[in-house]
């Protein structure tokens, strides 16, 4: 990475979207900031260090380096967001909202996936950070993210599915920011989950703090970590992740908006022109007339060289419900036992 001025820094941070929060790092007090333009942010699946390149222009900078020259909050522009379950198309819905004029996607920052691990110690006694300097981090990438190019309209995060933790935060420091929920019910979710060569590592990587944080909400499991299979941590992923969605929902009501990644398929123009009024997007009626057509629903969204079309999704669904088909049975068994042990959270799962 090739090391962006200091001055670039100063001069514009506090109006230029280029100058990006790319990541934090807590220990250090620092944000990188990286220089990215317009197309770089269309290109990118992931704002995470996927992105980085000996090309790119980037710098740490203190905290207290750019504390003078913070974006104004509320932010300039309409921020929005989608929060999902992991492996629910959000990436593919965030790429088809980037085909609407004046609509610009942020997918993954590392920065909000960093405020979303440290959030769960803010209280405790080796917490890097407090709940103050927490928030304050906060509204400074919130600032950052709204500040948009003169063509942009609305701004639309797409945050890491471990960054819904952040989703009630996010929503009381914006009283105008609304969100999408995106899901699945859970047997397509854990046969999408198990046919993944790398679910193993993915799930397996997360599932402690996911079990915390289920934890805080239903403080006796049946079986802990160690001894769930991985069918079992696949729906404690999802049952964790839903339900930090359903405490969003109750909290915040109609700015939270609720979309199965399955219904969105069966009816992309239908559902896509209910979540561009749910943000509150004004959006020709005849740009919806031609999502079906979109080119973006026959590739891979994460990496849109490849292939990927609905047919194929059911394709591997079948043959992972095959192959899978004991791990899934275990996932929906655990489901349904953690419903039988928790019934005031039943309905909502």
């Known amino acids: 990475m090739a090391l962006l001025p200091l001055e670039t820094i100063r001069d514009g941070f506090r109006t230029d979207p280029s100058l990006f929060p790319q990541n934090l790092d807590l220990a250090r007090g620092a944000l990188l900031v990286l220089l990215l333009d317009e197309p770089a942010f269309r290109a990118a699946s992931f704002l995470d260090d996927r992105i980085l390149s000996p090309q790119l222009q980037g710098r740490w900078v203190g905290f207290e380096e750019v504390a003078d020259r913070r ?46 691990a440290a959030a769960a110690d803010l209280d405790a006694p080796h917490a890097l950070v407090g709940p103050a300097e927490w928030a304050s981090l906060l509204d400074l990438l919130l600032a950052c993210w709204g500040r948009g190019y003169a063509d942009t309209g609305s701004i639309v995060v797409k945050a890491t599915s471990s ?25 397509p979710y854990l046969a999408t989950l198990l046919a993944g060569q790398n679910t193993p590592l993915d799930l397996r990587g997360q599932a402690q703090e996911r079990m915390r944080r289920l934890l805080r909400i239903a403080p006796s499991p049946e079986k802990p970590l160690h001894a769930l299979s991985l069918g079992e941590i696949a729906a404690m992923t999802w049952t964790v992740e839903t339900l930090t969605h359903r405490a969003a929902e109750r909290r915040f009501g109609e700015r939270m908006l609720r979309i199965d990644f399955d219904a969105f398929l069966a009816a992309p123009d239908i559902v896509l022109r209910k979540i561009c009024a749910h943000f509150q997007m004004a959006v020709p009626d005849d740009r919806f007339a031609r999502v079906r057509s979109s080119a973006t629903l026959t590739r891979y969204s994460k990496a849109p060289e490849h292939s990927y079309s609905p047919d194929l999704r059911r394709e591997v669904l079948t043959a992972s419900r095959m192959q899978n088909a004991a791990e899934i049975r275990r996932g929906m068994g655990w489901i349904e036992a953690f ?11």
């Open 71 to 116: 974006p104004p909050m509320p932010p300039q522009r309409p921020l929005h967001f989608i929060f999902h379950t992991g492996h629910v198309g959000s990436t593919l819905v965030s790429r088809l909202l980037d085909e609407i004029d004046g609509v610009l996607g942020l997918r993954e920052p590392m920065a909000l996936r960093v405020l979303a």
């Open 339 to 349: 419903a039988r042990r928790y019934p005031e959270h039943a309905s909502a799962l």
């Open 163 to 187: 960054a819904s933790t952040c989703c009630e935060a996010i929503a009381q420091a914006l009283p105008a920011t609304r969100a999408i929920l995106l899901n699945l019910q859970p047997e």
